[in-house]
Antibody, heavy 126, light 106 residues
Framework: EVQLVESGGHLVQPGRSLRLSCTASGFSFGDYGLSWVRQAPGKGLEWVAFIRSKAYGGTTDYASSVEGRFTISREDSKTIAYLQMNSLKTEDTGVYFC?????????????????WGKGTPVTVSS | DIQMTQSPSTLSASVGDRVTITCRASQSIVKWLAWYQQKPGKAPKLLIYRSSSLESGVPSRFSGSGSGTEFTLTISSLQPDDFATYYCQQYHSYWTFGQGTKVEIK
């Protein structure tokens, strides 16, 4: 069974750091891109960060709201992805979902998000 | 940035109804659009990708259409398990979600 399991979320004070983990199983982890999407309480979905597979450079992209503060990385040998979150703000509060990104080749490369973990809650508050 | 606008925000319907949700992109996204279903306290579930391709295991009462800037999700006959919030998402340039459409019991 294809599965993503997030961990590491908890209550943290503004300005502090937190690292989330996403442990994958049931598929060839290294062949896929991975993304983090968050959802503030009672709100909609917001894409946060993306990392390509090593075959496509392992490069990363970030939403402007987290650029410079968050870092996505991956450890293919352990089938784990990470989201390092620094200088946390109260507006970073929410549930963080790890998702698998499927690459599609057309005139360019596109990725859609097919498998989602259950999410891990992050609360930034003093 | 590409903005996604869904309508309506809330939809009241009965079991057996045909339901249509609309999603508009601020610029052309060709066919790079997905639809998700989310129930309270759960992760989103992929229903449709590439505007009209049904994800494996998703019932055939769900269908998607559109290209460019206008897209629709249709549920041909609403079932009790379909009461949820639906999101469109573009993946032409990074990823942006619509604000969601809550389908509630009439």
């Amino acid at each position: 069974e294809v599965q993503l399991v997030e961990s590491g979320g908890h209550l943290v004070q503004p300005g502090r750091s937190l690292r989330l983990s996403c442990t994958a199983s049931g598929f060839s982890f290294g062949d896929y891109g991975l993304s983090w999407v968050r959802q503030a309480p009672g709100k909609g979905l917001e894409w946060v960060a993306f990392i390509r597979s090593k075959a496509y450079g392992g490069t990363t992209d970030y939403a402007s709201s987290v650029e410079g503060r968050f870092t996505i990385s991956r450890e293919d040998s352990k089938t784990i992805a990470y989201l390092q979150m620094n200088s946390l703000k109260t507006e970073d509060t929410g549930v963080y979902f790890c998702t698998r990104a499927v690459r599609v080749l057309a005139s360019n490369y596109y990725y859609y998000l097919d498998v989602w973990g259950k999410g891990t809650p992050v609360t930034v508050s003093s | 940035d590409i903005q996604m606008t869904q309508s309506p925000s809330t939809l009241s319907a009965s079991v057996g109804d045909r339901v249509t949700i609309t999603c508009r992109a601020s610029q052309s996204i060709v066919k790079w659009l997905a639809w998700y279903q989310q129930k309270p306290g759960k992760a989103p579930k992929l229903l449709i990708y590439r505007s009209s391709s049904l994800e494996s295991g998703v019932p055939s009462r769900f269908s998607g259409s559109g290209s460019g800037t206008e897209f629709t999700l249709t549920i041909s006959s609403l079932q009790p398990d379909d009461f949820a919030t639906y999101y469109c998402q573009q993946y032409h340039s990074y990823w942006t979600f619509g604000q969601g459409t809550k389908v509630e019991i009439k």
